[in-house]
């Protein structure tokens, strides 16, 4: 019967009836439903066959996070994470490097002076705007480089090898003071079509009641006459990009909260 219950009201395969009975034999007879601690001593990290052991498995696999580390040694990550503070050990996240044009400074510096400007005039228009977005995430097994640190005495200086071609997934959202649009997934290559489609019918009916902002880099499907025809009728004189109200300088990475905080959480 319980079984057949949460089938019903979640809509997924339910345990078997007689894991679901020791369950709630547990339950009945400790008040909960959690494992019981283990008896006898526990592991402990702080002696020195531990501390060499944990930094020999690093420095053979610096990538290995804290919590696989733990889990291998079968000792708590606050005992890892204390040997590798111990050791002066430390997580070092790899950099993307981007490449620059001649002049890409100097339009940085102007946009970012001419925005201040604005700013002077309307403190409310940084809470107004919506910084949107796209973002692939392959389906080869890379992580996201937020999420990829490598452990080591000394920084490593590691950097990224970008592959091209490969099969992913290419997502897009906004966000701004007041939350997140999305995330909306794109079937196949974005372009200007499908982009001015998503603008249309996911974006535009939660914001056409704002009085607003709309920022979106210079990509080439941002860029197409009829998406910039569009953001011209619909947010006239407060749109920011390529060839918008307010110019959006080209190769701008981690300048809006996608980069920076949005793709990475």
Request: glycine share 6%; net charge negative.
């Amino acid at each position: 019967m319980a079984a057949r219950f949460l089938a019903q009201e979640f809509d997924i395969e339910p345990p078997q009836g007689r894991n679901i009975k020791r369950i709630v034999e547990k339950f009945e007879a400790t008040g909960s439903v959690a494992n019981a601690s283990k008896s006898g001593r526990p592991n402990t990290a702080t002696n020195e066959a531990k501390c060499e052991e944990a930094i020999m498995r690093l420095q053979r696999s610096p990538q290995k996070s804290s919590r696989r580390l733990s889990a291998e040694m079968e000792v708590s990550q606050r005992s890892i994470l204390r040997i590798l503070h111990e050791q002066k050990w430390k997580p070092y996240i790899p950099r993307l490097l981007h490449a620059l044009h001649d002049g890409d400074d100097d339009r940085r510096l102007q946009f970012c002076e001419e925005f201040l400007a604005k700013l002077d005039e309307e403190e409310s228009m940084l809470d107004n705007i919506w910084w949107s977005d796209e973002a692939k995430f392959l389906l080869n097994g890379t992580i996201n480089r937020h999420n990829c640190v490598y452990w080591a005495a000394e920084n490593p200086r590691v950097s990224v090898e970008k592959e091209v071609n490969l099969p992913g997934v290419t997502v897009w959202a906004a966000i701004s003071s007041s939350g997140i649009i999305g995330p909306f997934f794109f079937e196949g290559t974005v372009n200007g079509r499908n982009y001015l489609d998503m603008l249309q019918t996911f974006f535009w009916p939660k914001v056409q009641d704002q009085d607003c902002y709309f920022q979106q880099d210079g990509a080439p499907p941002h860029y197409a006459r009829e998406v910039r025809h569009w953001l011209d009728e619909n947010f006239p004189g407060k749109w920011i990009g390529r060839r918008g109200p307010i110019e959006w300088p080209a190769r701008s990475p981690d300048l809006t909260p996608p980069d920076f905080f949005l793709w990475g959480f």
